[in-house]
């Protein structure tokens, strides 16, 4: 299948590729004219974006969200093929003396003839590896080993490599190795001519039609996927972990409240529930982050504030999802992680209009646990070396 190469030309693209320019130190003009809101009314609650109050209701909410995106439940198919990755310049910024072996998995989601490409790595040991599982997630970091470097998510793979998990390295559709870009959906032919953000709009806009909140599946399956071959391989890890940056953090947040084997998930500067978003300047998203039949939120009280959940599961469900594990199964856990000063997006203090109301309820389910983690030690869009330490290597499991 062939790739067309583009230039950055749409507007509507700029929201994103600002998240791997911040990375990378280039300068892009941004269009932030609409800045932030002083602050949410004081009397403002989050009763109406968050409609479970039980286990029952929460895995209702959560099923409901499954078969929106796949009517059949998680796939159970695994990766079309995989081989060795050899010296592949995708893993030159991983530190070689960690690692003991690297292949790369074939993807094909839900048979549309589209693939993916996910990156799988073993750490050197003296015994049985397997034990640990990990995913991270690289979301919009265009290709290359120096991106990697600065967005933090090399130091990310070898601390866990270090740990001794088998790690998972995955990029979200039409974006750095991932060159895929037509599918067939019910006998249609459909190419997409951009990359990266537009690419994503360009995706929906012809794939949603057919397949409504289907057009998910390209972002969620090849984890589902390769979680899938991971566990064919390792079958009985003591613990899987999920961590992403920016558009690797929004699916972190989405694919740990459908996928209950994810144990402990760390989104980094991944999303903020739409009601939040005027409050913190740049972080409007692209059409899978605001996609209404999803996540969609109104006005109840015409005060000029979403605080009514009106889609199939809003932000703030999805991140109580996330850290809610199913009846009488093993614990789970969710941090997200909100840099303050983030140049991009999903900045400032409106996550205090959540943060512990969402915490207090998700603990009353099934002793869920999801909190926030802010990061001020820096102005950077990226996983830090603080949040390696302070979050990453608290969840590790020995």
Avoid at 143 to 169: C, F, R
Wanted: aromatic share 6%; hydrophobic share 40%; glycine share 8%.
């Amino acid at each position: 299948m062939k790739m067309r190469e583009i230039t950055i030309q749409a507007a509507p693209m700029l929201r994103h590729v600002c998240r791997a320019a911040a990375v990378i130190g280039l300068l892009l003009v941004r269009d932030v004219a609409a800045q932030a809101k002083p602050e949410v009314p004081a009397d403002f609650r989050i009763d109406g974006l968050v409609r479970f109050h039980d286990s029952v209701e929460a895995e209702a909410t959560r099923d409901r969200l499954i078969r929106a995106i796949w009517p059949g439940g998680l796939p159970k198919s695994r990766p079309m093929k995989h081989e060795v990755a050899g010296n592949a310049p995708e893993l030159a910024s991983l530190n070689a003396n960690l690692l003991a072996s690297a292949k790369r998995l074939d993807v094909d989601v839900s048979g549309f003839d589209w693939h993916a490409d996910v990156y799988v790595v073993t750490p050197k040991s003296d015994g049985p590896v397997g034990s640990r599982l990990a995913i991270v997630h690289g979301g919009h970091m265009p290709e290359g080993p120096k991106n990697y470097l600065v967005a933090g998510l090399s130091d990310t793979v070898n601390q866990l490599l270090h740990d001794g998990y088998v790690v998972a390295i995955i990029q979200m559709p039409l974006v750095a190795w991932n060159r895929d870009a037509d599918c067939v959906v019910e006998g249609r032919k459909i190419e997409v001519q951009r990359r990266s953000t537009a690419g994503h709009d360009e995706l929906f806009s012809k794939v949603e039609p057919t397949l409504k909140a289907g057009t998910m599946r390209f972002f969620l399956e090849p984890i589902t996927q390769a979680l899938n071959e991971m566990l064919a391989e390792y079958p009985n890890p003591k613990q899987t972990l999920m961590i992403g940056l920016s558009g690797g953090g929004w699916t972190t947040h989405l694919y740990a409240a459908v996928d209950t084997r994810i144990d402990v998930s760390i989104p980094v500067a991944g999303a903020l529930p739409l009601y939040a978003r005027p409050y913190s300047p740049g972080s409007a998203g692209d059409s899978e982050q605001e996609y209404r039949p999803i996540f969609g939120e109104d006005d109840s009280n015409k005060d000029g504030v979403l605080d009514r959940a009106t889609g199939i599961a809003s932000w703030l469900e999805v991140f109580a999802l996330g850290g809610i594990a199913q009846k009488d199964a093993r614990p789970r856990k969710q941090i997200q992680v909100l840099n303050q000063f983030d140049p991009c997006c999903f900045n400032g203090g409106i996550y205090k209009t959540y943060a512990q109301p969402l915490t207090q309820l998700t603990s009353g389910i099934n002793q869920g646990d999801w909190s926030v983690f802010v990061d001020d030690t820096h102005r950077d869009h990226l996983i830090s070396a603080h949040v390696l330490k302070n979050v990453l290597s608290k969840v590790v499991v020995h």
